[in-house]
């Protein structure tokens, strides 16, 4: 089995994220997913907050995450919902051509290969893509007293993929929303 630097916080990780602050920033960004109409694969799913923070489908949902641990608390909390753990990083994402949406919430794209953006560049459905700012140390890190390896991308790097029309900021992330 392989092993996620994830493991390791997996049982805490839902509680970190209970304060005001991300509670609000849940809501706001949730609201800029919809409406989500349709199959959606879900990048770096973790515990399922994107199952929280809008109305998914349990039939139209698939959530990836390499991290086994995060999974299993994901299941706990949605019995419902499909994922697989899946080295999702460093080569080619999935098949995202049988999906409507494609998703990676709260940072989760920054862990992205370079090879699986470019394969999302090419994605004809519905993107929206969060990814660290450059210079941000992410506060899961600093809330669990870690620092995960990620990639940091640059807005301009971003928009070279994407379209500059398709990349925004929001709070300390920049987001790719192809909508």
Do not use: W
Request: hydrophobic letters at 35%; glycine letters at 8%; one cysteine or more.
């Amino acid at each position: 089995m392989n092993y996620s630097q994830y493991d390791d916080i997996a049982d805490k990780y839902d509680e970190l994220f209970l304060d005001e602050d991300s509670l609000s920033e849940n809501t706001e960004v949730g609201e800029m997913l919809l409406p989500l109409v349709g199959s959606v694969l879900d990048i770096g799913c973790g515990t399922g907050l994107l199952t929280e923070i809008v109305n998914v489908s349990p039939k139209d949902y698939m959530g990836i995450d390499p991290s086994k641990k995060m999974l299993d608390v994901f299941k706990r909390k949605h019995p419902a919902f499909n994922y697989v753990v899946c080295s999702c990083y460093d080569g080619r994402v999935v098949d995202c051509g049988r999906f409507d949406n494609v998703v990676s919430l709260f940072g989760s794209a920054s862990y992205l290969s370079n090879g699986a953006l470019r394969e999302l560049s090419r994605y004809y459905g519905h993107l929206f893509l969060m990814f660290y700012k450059e210079g941000y140390h992410p506060v899961t890190y600093e809330k669990c007293k870690v620092d995960f390896q990620h990639n940091a991308r640059s807005r301009k790097y971003l928009e070279s993929l994407f379209g500059k029309e398709k990349v925004k900021e929001f709070n300390n992330y920049i987001i790719v929303d192809s909508r």
